[in-house]
């Protein structure tokens, strides 16, 4: 994985750097957790299997409130991952514009598969955080999540801390007494990251979407689509994700 570089640049070499540093899982994911990879409960209404749908105005919104004729966007990510970073960089307007002004949810699905290359298991602790916070504060879903899918905040391979996480909180108006409530499910949270890591990684089905054969993050299915788009042999990432979506709204 190459060295995370901020995006300046025009969108030609955006698409470059976005697949020079487009993040992959090169070996079998083992199941070495005991964690129960179906964790919904009345506590945790907003989040599943380590994923949550984003509607207007960038809130968390329930499975169930989705419209039934809604384009469900499936977006998977890992934290650390460069290319998420770049691509959360480069959307953020558009996934803005779509959520607000027309059917489309997105579902974001967090990974950790890069956490063992890190120095402080950070995709795993950011994914718990990100999950803890959407839960507890759904309305400050999208402003946290790309807060911390941000190059400003990317550790770039040094050790980021926990009160990191609770800075940002604290800066988009969270209250000291809801992070005492994140903080208490930290634990059962990663542990729910890491179950749905090993499900998606061994998910033959969704892997059979790839355009490359294999999956990698950043990984987006547009509703029913049969392949995930092809940002490598396709225009700008902006243009596919627009056609992409546009082409099942109805």
Known sequence: MKKFKMIKVVMVAAVALLFATACTNNKKTENNTNSNTEQTTKENQYIANASFYLGKDGKAIQEKDIDKNAVVVNWYVDPYCPACVQLEELTKDTIKEYIN????????????????????????????????????????????????????????????EDSAFKDLFIKLGGKEEEWKVIESKQKDLIEEVKANTIRVFNDNELAKKSPTGKLFTPFIVVGDSEKAIDFEHGDNPIDEIKKAIDSKLK
Not at 106 to 115: A, E, G, R, T, V
Not at 136 to 142: I, M, V
């Open 101 to 160: 002004n027309k059917n489309v949810v997105i579902k974001y699905n967090i990974l950790s598969f890069l956490s063992a290359r890190t120095v402080d298991d950070y995709s795993n602790r950011a994914a718990g955080w990100i999950l803890g916070v959407i839960n507890e504060r759904p309305d400050l879903a999208y402003d946290y999540f790309t807060s911390v899918l941000s190059v400003n905040f990317h550790p770039n391979g040094k050790a980021k």
